[in-house]
């Protein structure tokens, strides 16, 4: 329906309606903002060396790009819908939403005996205005009126090529080499041998005794690995040009990398890379600072915890798949010892987390209650707002939920349930001991049932903080040890139980979505009652959703005491 819509296009007014923009601010980007001002110009430093000039979009230029971008997006998930199978995927850069990356990239080329890496020479740069405007008119998926054509060509374009730098050219450029992947695919398969990109990265592989001389062959003279005459020239004829100096062939008896991972026998992070990565963190917990090295220069820059964060998520994407993304509780059951890579992983997330957190950290038992809890706040932000507040007239919370993704819930140990809070709040100390010291200056808040399931918490703050009085869940909250402390369900009278669901009054539990109330007696891992939605569904679609119909007040204990907390004065670590 999209494609449809835009090959329905028949000018700028048409396309400007399309993408919800209005035809006269298009044109005023287009025709009269001079080209000197659509662009900002910077380099950035490459990995192997040298600089890339990256090129960011003026601002409301900007705007129209990202818009265009998700048109581009929807028109490629028609032309080409989502394959279930990865190993029959082509082209894998610019595909986060449909799980493709540089590790199903290099998952098609496992344990074979060569592999061959091709790189394209000035990928984005090559892809010049004529030629956009071109695909766009004569691409048989679109084939769009000129004046259609000419528009995005003047959208997506800079002094005569795509940007780097602009959201449009990923999408543009990985449309366009379409053609060249289905003439490459169709070749590697004709001679016996594996094909797959990554942007401006080919890789052909193979378990044929001898690698086909139609797509690479060996220089007697160097020793060195050259582009077959009919590979180059299928590129060559799609517009593309080889990088020669990029050209590798790697054999099962060398180290066989594809977009930067090892893939001899499954893929997998470069041993070095992990052993520096622990190098990382532990500089990081131990003295709050590490640097990267020049490798030329020698010069160390210092990393942000973001730079860290992104070499260590990349590691645990590629070395947990091999384990299912078992999660570390899991190991310790099954009498394993936990990964390395785990250990490092979780040692970062709980710093950042727990020891320099810069707002206050709320840890919950699941899903279901960080919803519950954000949209209360939001709601109520006038009331509480040491919690959040509006921001240039946007509301900005003022507190983080500890993250609940597959990555946190595998690295450390709280998949969530009350089983894994009670073991967080006992092994609390023992989990940022390692830190260095003049942290723990913002709150961790533990929000709990107040249920049979987490007795035991109570039993061990009365323990830890040798509480002369009974503890019970009934007070607003404890505070157990440095920067911990624990917020339960109010509401307790004696033996009765309290989950997080009671603080919503009767008409809002009675909400319904899609025909169904909430299953409140759901136990975790089971599906809803028949004809019930499950809690999930309950906290989005009807909690968040339609919060502009609920009551939140049962909730104003549960913040009252998450301000309170905020009040404490807390003293650095030592």
Same mark, same amino acid.
């Given at each position: ?197 990554? /942007?401006?990265? =080919? ?9 086909? !001389?139609?797509?690479?062959? &060996?220089? @007697? %003279? *160097? ?57 990382? /963190?532990?500089? =990081? ?9 020049? !490798?030329?220069?020698?010069? &160390?820059? @210092? %990393? *942000? ?57 709320? /840890? ?211």
């Amino acid at each position: 329906m999209t494609l449809k819509n835009l090959r329905a296009c028949k000018d700028l007014s048409d396309l400007a309606h399309l993408l919800s923009v209005s035809p006269k601010g298009l044109s005023y980007i287009l025709y009269k903002i001079p080209p000197h001002l659509k662009y900002t110009h910077f380099e950035v430093p490459k990995k192997s060396g040298g600089s890339r000039t990256i090129s960011s979009p003026e601002r409301r230029l900007k705007f129209v790009q990202s818009r265009l971008t998700e048109l581009l997006y929807a028109c490629q998930r028609e032309i080409v819908p989502v394959e279930e199978n990865i190993k029959k995927v082509l082209s894998h850069g610019f595909q986060k939403k449909r799980g493709l990356s540089i590790q199903t990239n290099a998952g098609k080329h496992t344990n074979r005996r060569f592999v061959l890496n091709v790189d394209l020479e000035g990928f984005f740069p090559s892809l010049n205005f004529g030629r956009v405007r071109g695909y766009f008119l004569k691409n048989r998926d679109f084939q769009l009126p000129e004046a259609v054509a000419t528009v995005i060509a003047q959208i997506v374009c800079h002094d005569n090529e795509l940007p780097q730098g602009a959201p449009t050219s990923p999408i543009v450029s990985d449309l366009m080499a379409r053609v060249m992947d289905v003439h490459l695919s169709k070749m590697a398969a004709a001679h016996g041998c594996t094909y797959s990109r990554y /942007v401006d990265d =080919l890789t052909f592989s193979t378990n044929l005794a001898e690698f086909p !001389p139609a797509l690479a062959l &060996e220089n @007697p %003279l *160097s020793g060195n690995w050259d582009a077959g005459h009919e590979l180059r020239g299928r590129i060559w004829r799609q517009g593309f040009t080889i990088n020669d100096q990029k050209t590798r062939m790697q054999t099962r008896a060398s180290r066989q990398e594809v977009t930067g991972l090892i893939v001899n026998e499954f893929v997998n992070v470069r041993t070095e890379v992990e052993a520096h990565n622990r190098v990382l /963190v532990h500089s =990081l917990v131990k003295k709050g600072t590490c640097f990267q090295k020049d !490798p030329k220069s020698g010069a &160390e820059t @210092p %990393l *942000s915890l973001e730079q860290i964060g992104g070499r260590l998520s990349h590691q645990f994407q590629v070395k947990a798949t091999r384990h299912g993304f078992k999660s570390a509780r899991e190991f310790e059951k099954a009498g394993e010892d936990i990964p390395k890579f785990y250990r490092d992983y979780a040692h970062y997330i709980n710093y950042c987390s727990f020891h320099v957190n810069p707002v206050p950290t709320i /840890v919950c038992e699941g899903k279901t209650d960080v919803i519950y809890l954000k949209t209360a706040i939001q709601v109520l932000h006038a009331k509480f707002p040491k919690l959040g507040g509006l921001s240039g007239g946007k509301y900005a919370s003022d507190v983080r939920f500890f993250g609940q993704s597959r990555h946190h819930t595998a690295a450390t140990r709280l998949s969530g349930g009350a089983g894994d809070v009670q073991h967080f709040v006992r092994d609390y100390n023992k989990i940022v001991l390692p830190f260095h010291a003049g942290g723990q200056l913002s709150p961790v808040i533990v929000f709990v049932d107040n249920d049979k399931a987490t007795n035991g918490i109570w039993s061990f703050i009365k323990e830890r903080t040798g509480s002369a009085t009974p503890i019970d869940g009934s007070d607003p909250f404890y505070h157990i040890e440095r920067n911990l402390f624990v917020v339960a369900v109010p509401g307790k009278v004696g033996n009765t139980e309290r989950i997080v669901e009671d603080l919503f009054d009767a008409t809002t539990k009675a909400m319904t979505w899609d025909g169904k109330t909430v299953d409140l007696k759901q136990k975790r891992g089971q599906p809803p009652a028949k004809g019930k939605m499950s809690k999930e569904r309950f906290a989005t679609k009807v909690v968040r959703d339609q919060r502009g119909k609920i009551d939140f007040s049962g909730f104003e204990p549960v913040l009252k005491a998450f301000s309170d907390i905020i009040e404490t004065k807390l003293t650095p670590s030592k």
